[in-house]
């Protein structure tokens, strides 16, 4: 069943303006800002861009995956390949490091490695957990991590074609996961609210911090690696020291219904999705509400994505879309301290073309407040 349409959505570029004609009168293509829109059959659960070619990887709730060619001239976005292996959803794809391979989990609990060029499924773990998976997160050439919905963890390694660690130390479902740079601390948000800390060189869990309030649905490592930020479903960010995973030492709500992913664009500042919509983008310490990228209007946001390069956003959420967003303004933007009394209630500040800037309150009345308590020593899967 298809949704209905907003009228004030923007319409599809294509009926925006013609293309430009030459003076021979063929038509010209027509250059974005951003690709056009890629639409599916079916609500697309996860999607990942490629580290190095416009590559754009989707999977959705009937366990197909797709890989699409995008592109900012017009009516040149192209499906290269589609995959029905997974029997039921599939809720999370990743890329290789090397963009050779693409990772695809799934609520039959399978794991799936196919080639990106061809499609090829190359390696498959049929059960790979004893409960539905819901991410993956390749960590270096070989070796690659799996949370599932029952708060497990493992971490596999190809060359020996088995996991290599397997842990329950968390109760509710694996949300995300995070990996520093050297690949060995590992990090996991849970629906349980915690985050945990699994050491991937000595194969060994860590330790779990207190549980926050809500959900924890997203992880982001940022500040060069000393900060780690936290989603909720409740609509803040925790923040934790690196060597202080313990307890939050910040936290910032926002006036969102929830955070339900998140992605870094810059050392300071992240894009966050929620069940309202609207992406928005936030400074971490000093903390700040910066404005709204862009929006699926009225429809929860499943995942981002940022492409290589660090302008193009990628998005995706229950409307079947796929949305591009222009962010390379954010890197240039300067937060300083100081904080500008904001009139309650007002506008999101628009942040790029496409973003609405209707000012109504679907899109207002975000608090650009920071709960700044520091606290020392205290304080979804939306289409199966």
Same mark, same amino acid.
């Given at each position: ?6 009228a004030?959505?923007?319409?599809p570029?294509?009926m925006a303006?013609?293309? %430009?004609? =030459? ?47 995008? =592109? ?10 589609s ?19 693409l ?10 490695? &196919? ?42 390694? &190809? ?5 290599? &660690? ?6 509710? $479902? ?6 520093d ?15 945990g ?11 779990? =911090? ?10 982001a490592l ?8 936290? @989603?909720?479903?409740? @609509?803040?960010? $925790? &923040? ?5 995973? @313990? ?9 969102a219904?929830?955070i ?32 709204c ?40 933007l300067?937060?300083?301290? $100081? ?12 942040? =790029? ?15 650009d407040?920071?709960?700044? %308590? ?5 304080d979804s899967? @939306?289409?199966?």
């Amino acid at each position: 069943m298809r949704r209905r349409s907003y009228a004030n959505e923007p319409r599809p570029a294509a009926m925006a303006a013609p293309a %430009e004609v =030459s003076a021979r009168g063929a038509a010209e293509p027509r250059l974005r800002d951003t690709p056009e829109d890629i639409c599916f059959e079916a609500t697309a659960n996860a999607i990942a861009l490629h580290p190095a070619r416009p590559l754009l990887a989707a999977g959705d709730v009937d366990g197909d995956v797709y890989l699409y060619s995008y =592109s900012c001239t017009e009516g040149e976005n192209r499906q290269l390949w589609s995959s029905g292996h997974h029997l039921k959803s599939c809720r999370d794809v990743a890329f290789s490091q090397d963009g050779q391979k693409l990772f695809t989990v799934s609520k039959d609990k399978a794991i799936h490695i &196919l080639t990106v060029e061809e499609g090829r499924l190359e390696t498959r773990f049929p059960k790979a957990h004893s409960s539905a998976l819901n991410c993956v997160l390749p960590i270096d050439a070989n070796v690659f991590a799996t949370g599932d919905d029952n708060g497990a963890l493992k971490v596999w390694d &190809l060359r020996k074609g088995d996991a290599i &660690l397997e842990a329950r130390e968390q109760e509710e $479902y694996i949300s995300a996961m995070a990996v520093d740079g050297n690949g060995k601390l590992l990090l996991t948000a849970s629906g349980d609210g915690t985050l945990g800390v699994f050491n991937v060189k000595r194969r060994r869990f860590e330790l779990l =911090s207190e549980p926050q309030n809500g959900d924890l649905t997203s992880v982001a490592l940022l500040k060069r690696g000393k900060k780690v930020a936290c @989603g909720s479903s409740e @609509g803040t960010i $925790y &923040l934790f020291n690196w060597d202080g995973f @313990g307890a939050a030492s910040d936290r910032f709500a926002l006036r969102a219904e929830s955070i339900d992913c998140m992605v870094p664009i810059t050392d300071s500042i992240v894009c966050v999705g929620s069940l309202d919509g609207v992406i928005r983008a936030v400074n971490v310490l000093p903390n700040r509400v910066l404005g709204c990228v862009g929006q699926h209007l009225g429809e929860p946001i499943e995942q981002l994505a940022l492409a290589p390069g660090g302008q193009l956003l990628a998005s995706c959420a229950h409307d079947q879309k796929v949305k591009f967003w222009d962010v390379s303004e954010l890197a240039g933007l300067v937060v300083d301290d $100081y904080r500008k009394k904001k009139k309650k209630g007002g506008p999101l500040r628009a942040l =790029s073309r496409k973003a609405v800037g209707s000012g109504e309150d679907f899109f207002a009345d975000l608090r650009d407040e920071a709960e700044p %308590e520091a606290a020392p020593g205290s304080d979804s899967d @939306g289409g199966d």
